[in-house]
């Protein structure tokens, strides 16, 4: 079975910089495409950003491509989200989801994802 755990989350001023971690565990983690998701309070979950099994390839949504980055290190078993520019608006619950079915390639919805982890809390506030 899968476990993914997330790490990194906390309290960051406007403007400030966070970078999430998630590390898998049993199974085999350089094949799974990795993406991460948020939910803020009163919405539903919202994809952010996916990275393909070696890396090569990222998709970002939109309203965060210039602040945030994706990455991973496969010796690791880790996946990362580089967050920069906070804004409010991104006060959610930050959750990692691994797609084991890597070859169709790279998925926005979250029933794609078929591992996932309980999530890390990131709050922007002064």
């Known amino acids: 079975q899968v476990q993914l755990v997330e790490s990194g989350g906390g309290l960051v001023p406007p403007g400030g910089s966070l970078r999430l971690s998630c590390e898998a565990s049993g199974g085999t983690f350089s094949t799974y495409n990795m993406a991460w998701f948020r939910q803020a309070p009163g919405k539903e979950r919202e994809f952010v950003a996916v990275?393909?099994?070696?890396?090569?390839?990222?998709y970002i949504r939109d309203s965060v491509q210039d602040r945030f980055a994706i990455s991973r290190d496969n010796a690791l078993n880790s996946v990362f989200l580089q967050m920069n520019s906070l804004k409010s608006e991104d006060t959610a619950v930050y959750s990692c989801?691994?797609?084991?079915?890597?070859?169709?390639?790279?998925?926005?919805?979250?029933?794609?994802?078929?591992?996932w982890g309980h999530g890390t809390q990131v709050t922007v506030s002064s």
């Open positions: 990275i393909s099994w070696d890396g090569m390839s990222t």
């Open positions: 989801a691994a797609d084991p079915i890597a070859w169709s390639g790279l998925k926005r919805t979250e029933e794609d994802y078929e591992y």
